[in-house]
């Protein structure tokens, strides 16, 4: 809908949409190589790159970063939708803070490019966050909402030229992280379904229900997204450091993990 009304704007954005949407949709229906996978989300990254003219204005060392960065980031969010509404609400306390900087901080998209955004994330919702979801996200949803997620955040920091807007992926970055930490400790294929994350352990460990989880999760993420943005916008030096003891605060709280698992072995 949005390409449609602003055809001229989101060209790139939206070829780049569909083909990933398009071949993760083939993955939920019948699984597709890594190979070709990896392959798809570099071709759609680099049609976002061309679209927002890096490929111009940073050195190749910085593209090169950028895309492991958000190639990693599109597997991270896919990852992490596991459990009912935790792609929604978690997408939503992003996309709500984003609009806020948007609005009253520094003007970097036009408004509408997020409000859509939020406005499928609150369609979705309806029928997903319940005891008993009605649907469900699917490779589809995942990848589709997180490159549009890294389309805004990739807006942002080019924007205010700072890179602390990543924070705003806090809790799922953690979670990720030390999880294929801990599985390549482990010796196992990080390529294969696992239940080892923090919220997997939680809801089938643990026996915290879905919706707790979920909205616990991006509850967090909105605190430390409020937090940047109150720090950047008066102190921004201290948006950094901040931004490293919260990153460290996740991190140690991530270690429930492993004291949840051996009460409940």
Not at 111 to 129: G, K, P, T
Request: glycine share 6%; with cysteine; charged share 10%.
């Amino acid at each position: 809908m949005y390409s449609l009304l602003y055809p001229h704007e989101s060209v790139y954005f939206f070829i780049g949409i569909t083909l990933i949407s398009g071949f993760s949709f083939w993955d939920d229906i019948s699984s597709l190589s890594n190979t070709i996978r990896i392959i798809i989300h570099f071709l759609a990254i680099s049609l976002l790159f061309h679209g927002l003219g890096i490929f111009r204005i940073l050195s190749w060392w910085k593209i090169l970063t950028a895309y492991v960065s958000f190639v990693g980031i599109l597997n991270a969010y896919n990852f992490m939708d596991g459990i009912n509404g935790i792609t929604g609400l978690y997408s939503m306390a992003i996309l709500i803070a984003l609009q806020y900087v948007n609005l009253k901080i520094v003007a970097f998209t036009p408004h509408d490019f997020i409000n859509y955004a939020i406005l499928a994330c609150i369609v979705f919702l309806f029928f997903n966050y319940r005891k008993k979801a009605k649907c469900f996200a699917g490779d589809i949803g995942s990848m589709a909402v997180s490159f549009w997620i890294v389309t805004l955040l990739l807006q942002l920091m080019l924007k205010t030229q700072s890179v602390i807007w990543i924070l705003f992926l806090t809790v799922y970055g953690v979670d990720s992280v030390c999880t294929l930490l801990h599985r390549l400790f482990l010796r196992q294929n990080i390529f294969e379904a696992h239940r080892m994350h923090f919220y997997q352990v939680l809801t089938n460990d643990r026996g915290i229900s879905h919706l707790k989880v979920s909205a616990g999760y991006a509850a967090i993420q909105f605190i430390i997204c409020v937090i940047i943005i109150f720090l950047y916008h008066r102190l921004p030096t201290a948006a950094g450091v901040a931004g490293i003891g919260m990153l460290l605060l996740c991190g140690s709280g991530y270690f429930l993990k492993f004291i949840i698992q051996s009460t409940y072995k």
